[in-house]
């Protein structure tokens, strides 16, 4: 292995303190670097701090929250924490967003990150641009919020961590305009007291529109569900009284025709349709570029190859978030640091060409080149073998294949709990 040859007061900035900006922290400062975050935001937690604000918020920024009231994880907290940093929160494996919360903030704690006298993170701080200088360097211009102070700070690397989950995906449907009742994006949902006495179209058949149809159906007078999903594989969290409809053809004054014809009348509707890749700060000279959610050109989907001093931290997902940021934060040090060369430049891009065409073969399109699902394990394990970093306990893969193994089948995920025995094994139960 390459002697590690740090650059004494190497100097980097990560760009938000969620869950990848965290991690990416902690490991760079163990790494020995000169460390500092900025967080648009109050506190640390990202997309699982819940608040009531939408639209914008005091600083006339757009909220980056897309987090609801009484949400419960999807994943159970025992494949949610970091390596050798569990998750102990909550009283069963599927825990509340609070306690997710409570989880962030207790790694921070942990690690120091937001002690007062040792404020790595700078919250209330705004990144507005980030542009190349020099061949390796970065020109970073930040804001303070609160007292309205803009500053252009260099620096040697750049963890991007602002998440994925904040600019909201709309789809694009005849009569959006003329529409007269209420249309809103998950992103802007926190409580289903919304609903009382509406008659409600849900547009979308992931995990928020579970939640969002669970809630609806408590407080609505009529609500119907809409996706083109062959098979929801999570049609557990409905109940009878919900109607399932095809795709939506177009609106109407008062209501939405159906591709199959069907019509019926609405008051609201509420699109769970995902989100997309947002870097707003991100100059052209950064040497990548991202369009319909394809982040390019990366090296193992996180390394800039035409610039390798800056890192995208927790772009995949359908994955287990920690873990896999945790481990990409890890892989990008190596090479940052030095104490690793980088593969040539032609063979990072066959390597990406390769995830592309991976993603193809399935059926997959270019917007989901960074979705993992079930390539997780064998990414995680390239991460580790290139890098000479520790790899994942076999044990969460175990899990994670468990639960979408219960959720194919149609079956409510969030009834079991599980146990991991060691490093290979784990137990599952049926809640009482």
């Known amino acids: 292995m390459k002697e590690c040859m740090i650059l004494r007061g190497m100097k980097v900035v990560v760009i938000g303190a969620g869950c990848a900006g965290l991690c990416a922290a902690k490991n ?4 020995g670097l000169d460390v500092v975050v900025y967080e648009q935001t109050d506190q640390v937690g990202g997309t699982w701090v819940c608040r009531e604000e939408v639209g914008k918020d005091k600083f006339g920024l757009d909220v980056h929250s897309s987090m609801y009231r009484g949400a419960v994880t999807n994943l159970p907290r025992e494949i949610m924490g970091y390596p050798g940093f569990p998750m102990t929160e909550g009283n069963m494996s599927f825990i509340v967003s609070e306690d997710v919360l409570k989880f962030y903030n207790r790694y921070a704690d942990f690690f120091n990150l937001n002690f007062v006298h040792r404020a790595f993170i700078k919250f209330h701080h705004s990144v507005l641009r980030v542009s190349a200088k ?27 961590c602002n998440g994925h989950n904040f600019s909201p995906l709309f789809p694009q449907y005849p009569g959006q305009k003329v529409f007269r009742g209420i249309q809103l994006h ?27 149809v669970t809630d609806a159906s408590k407080m609505a007078d009529f609500i119907v569900q809409s996706h083109h999903w062959k098979k929801n594989q999570n049609i557990f969290a409905t109940v009878s009284l919900v109607q399932k409809y095809p795709e939506v053809s177009h609106l109407t004054e008062n209501g939405v025709v159906f591709k199959d014809g069907t019509e019926d009348t609405f008051t609201m509707i509420v ?25 390019t050109p990366l090296y193992q989907h996180c390394i800039n190859i035409n610039r390798p001093t800056m890192a995208f931290i927790g772009l995949c ?20 640091t030095g104490a690793k060369d980088l593969p040539s430049r032609e063979k990072m891009l066959a390597s990406e060409e390769y995830e592309i065409i991976r993603r193809r073969q399935v059926g997959l399109a270019l917007r989901k080149t960074h979705l993992m699902g079930s390539f997780q394990e064998d990414y995680l394990h390239n991460l580790a073998t290139i890098a000479d970093i520790k790899p994942a306990d076999p044990v969460i893969f175990g899990i994670y294949s468990k639960v979408v ?28």
């Open 28 to 31: 760079s400062i163990e790494a």
């Open 134 to 160: 020099g061949k390796s360097q970065w020109q970073v211009v930040v804001k303070d919020l609160n007292n309205n102070r803009t500053a252009t700070i260099i620096f040697d690397a750049v963890f991007i």
């Open 186 to 212: 998950s992103h802007d949902y926190r409580h289903g007291d919304i609903f009382r006495g509406q008659r409600v179209l849900v547009v979308g058949a992931g995990a928020s529109a579970v939640d969002v």
């Open 271 to 295: 699109y769970c349709t995902g989100y997309r890749y947002s870097f707003p700060f991100l100059t052209p000279d950064c040497g990548v570029t991202y369009d319909q959610n394809y982040v």
């Open 317 to 336: 997902h359908f994955v287990m978030v920690a873990q896999v940021a945790d481990m990409q934060a890890r892989f990008a040090l190596k090479f940052i």
């Open 405 to 432: 193994e219960i959720i194919k089948l149609n079956v409510d995920h969030r009834k079991f709990n599980y146990r991991i025995i060691d490093e290979y094994s784990f137990e599952k139960s049926l809640l009482s």
